[in-house]
């Protein structure tokens, strides 16, 4: 059994430890006080069990609280004043310094929390230990002169999440819609350099990697770009390089229009060919300012097209995209694997729904792919339409930015829709599994506690508004000055773009299904609870609402992808309340609305049921179905898709795509636990534990992480229930 200290590294528990730290405080009361050698050994084994039955590494401050409750149990009240005496001059004595252990943890690969935190960086690497070291010191900045003392106490006891507190010190957002058409049509600058509109469609494309990388290394979300952006580009080079074969058939005598046109779309192909591989490689490949490939999504929606030629270019490019990452990319031994980047969306439209469509082919290519490599997700344009209207009362069908954050409808001055050149202020979120549970199933006690939450994060997300507030343009030219976000001058402010619905704040919500289940002991599959927490997801945006008319600052409701926080809250609502069968008797709570990886039930009704909850989240969601391996049975890969599109905005399949280096099995890596109690990742055919050794991929909250998960997200892979 391993024990997590204070600055995240994890070490072997030591019962002994114990024992001694009991018998210090012993000896400073009076002797009359004192307890024998034997409770103080029974206290040490006592505490020892009970973290045993947490399964999963306890904390310090967690083991000491324990160590407390079983003084207190046997009536040794002044040895109990002592011990948390003792405890409080040693916090003294911490808080003089707050950052390097955790530094020395992080470069010494010690800092187990840490190096978990997220599923797409490598610990070990040194761009990413210096992201994490200058991460903790953003977060001592934030905690002792950024943030209020009460915003900062609600984040370290697990009522709400103020993400991405690493990057708070700096003036840095969310995420946001890259708006690639301005800048490859009219021009950009990167570091310093005039980048002039492409020429060529594979010019374009590289471009477009630079531009991703900027983007990345200047705000800390995800972002998303679109194909449609590119596909003018197609007919550029189809022109180029038609007037190229034409010169070269004329040198020998040939002027056969067909020859021509044949040779022509040949060679159009291989530069298609050549500039999506450029944008796959490139984003695999590049590391950004925080030690990790960008967070990027790219769109593919034929709707978007200008006129029936362009369509029929993005068709290419779509088709190219589609057959590249069903390809896969080699690993260090040579082997085609998933990978994680970039992420993929394709729009389920009429013009690619139905057999008969004209591009039904490029739908029967992606559920291939999807049965393959985990992408592309899906877009109902129908289902979109009905959801995302404007004030002008039209329906917009657009891409989320990242994984699942959503923009709200937005008309400009002029009267026309805009999405691209958008972004998202930042989010807290607000664990309802808190709520529900310091209610005590008594529901005016609930609504009572819940407006306290709500003003609680409503106090937090305006910390993120007022932090952007004054943001010079320079502090990223790519995004404020050259076209990402907008085109501002030198030392003008982003202030306009925070207001009147241009950017959006996120209020965040994490584990209805255990809010639900612990006020009225449903299911969110049950009517009683349905209703329950659609009444709740109701009251939240009735808040969003209220925020969004008294500031004119656009507030909007989303369902967080709990990563590393899933894990943290589990264990602040087991500290706080113990274990509650079916809310806290796991080391995770549930992404959003999402229902429970346990529950058995159906893939269709899954994803009928979540659309309910799915149109009251519209700051961001995504619901997923868990499938086996589907590459035999497309046809039920199709049948999903088609169902997507007429019940969901927006959904997923999860499947498994692993590979062993040691033995080459090609299947799924199992999650088992080692002689320590942790969950470890295990080949099943030659037992490798090794994960340097081994390619795993799982969805963990939108995007394919890749194997660095911690512990309460490993116990949530590992309970995942196949819904098809």
Known sequence: ???????????????????????????????????????????????????????????????????????????????????????????????????????????????????????????TVNSVQRDYMAGEVSKDITRRLLLPEVIVKAHEEGLIHFHDADYFAQHMHNCDLVNLEDMLQNGTVISGTMIEK????????????????????????????????????????????????????????????????????????????????????????????????PFITVFMYLGEAKNEQEKADLALIIEETLLQRYKGVKNEAGVWITPAFPKLIYVLEEQNVHPDSPYYYLTELSAKCTAKRMVPDYISEKIMLESKIDKNGEGHCYTCM??????????????????????????????????????????DKFWEVFDERMELCHRALQCRHERLTGTLSDAAPILWQYGALTRLKKGETIDKYLHGGYSTLSLG???????????????????EGEEL??????????????WKAAENIDYSLYGTPLESTTYKFAKCLQ???????????????????????????????????????????????????????????IDAVLGVMEFIYDNIMYAELNTKSDYCQVCGYDGEIEITNDDDGKLVWECPNCHNRDQSKMNVARRTCGYIGTQYWNQGRTQEIQERVLHL
Not at 17 to 27: C, G, L, Q, S
Not at 49 to 62: D, I, K, N, Y
Not at 82 to 94: C, D, G, N, S, V
Not at 509 to 527: D, I, P, S
């Open 1 to 123: 059994m391993k024990l997590i200290k204070r600055n995240g590294s994890e070490v072997i528990f030591d019962r002994d430890k114990i024992a001694v730290a009991v018998a210090k405080a012993n000896e400073a009361v009076d002797e009359q006080y004192r307890i024998t050698n034997e409770d103080i050994e029974n206290i040490a084994l006592e505490v020892e069990r009970l973290c045993l039955t947490m399964v999963r590494s306890a904390g310090v401050e967690e083991i000491q609280d324990l160590v407390e409750k079983e003084i207190m149990k046997i009536g040794a009240f002044d040895l109990a004043k002592a011990y948390i005496t003792y405890r409080y001059k040693r916090e003294l004595i911490r808080k003089s310094n707050t950052t390097d252990d955790k530094i020395i943890s992080l470069i010494e690969c010690n800092n187990e929390e840490v190096k978990q935190e997220n599923a797409n960086k490598n610990p």
């Open 198 to 293: 492409p020429h060529s469609f594979s010019t374009a494309c590289n471009i477009a990697t630079q531009i991703i990388a900027q983007v990345a290394s200047n705000q800390y979300g995800g972002q998303s770009i679109s194909l449609t952006h590119l596909a003018p580009f197609v007919n550029v080079s189809r022109e180029k390089i038609r007037k190229t074969v034409t010169a070269e058939l004329a040198d020998v005598g040939v002027t056969d229009e067909s020859a021509i046109a044949k040779i022509t779309e040949s060679r159009l192909r291989e530069e298609i060919r050549r500039g999506v591989q450029c944008i796959q490689y490139q984003v695999v490949t590049l590391l950004t300012t925080n030690g990790q490939a």
């Open 402 to 443: 990242g994984c699942r954050s959503f923009l709200t409808p937005y008309v400009d001055e002029n009267g026309k829709p805009k999405y691209y050149g958008r972004f998202n202020q930042g989010v807290v979120t607000v664990n309802l599994v808190d709520i529900a549970l310091s209610a005590h199933k008594d529901m």
């Open 509 to 527: 919500y994490a584990g209805l299904w255990e809010c639900v289940y612990a006020l009225n002991g449903k299911k969110l599959t049950e009517r």
């Open 533 to 546: 927490g659609l009444e709740i997801m109701r009251k939240l945006n009735e808040y969003t609402a209220k």
């Open 575 to 633: 500290n706080r309340f113990g274990i509650v069968k079916g809310v806290t008797d796991r080391n995770y709570i549930t992404n959003s609305y999402h229902i429970h990886v346990t529950e058995k039930i159906d893939a269709f009704a899954k994803l009928a049921l979540e659309a309910k909850f799915q149109k009251l989240s519209p700051g961001g969601a995504i619901s997923y179905i868990e499938v086996p391996d589907m590459q035999n049975n």
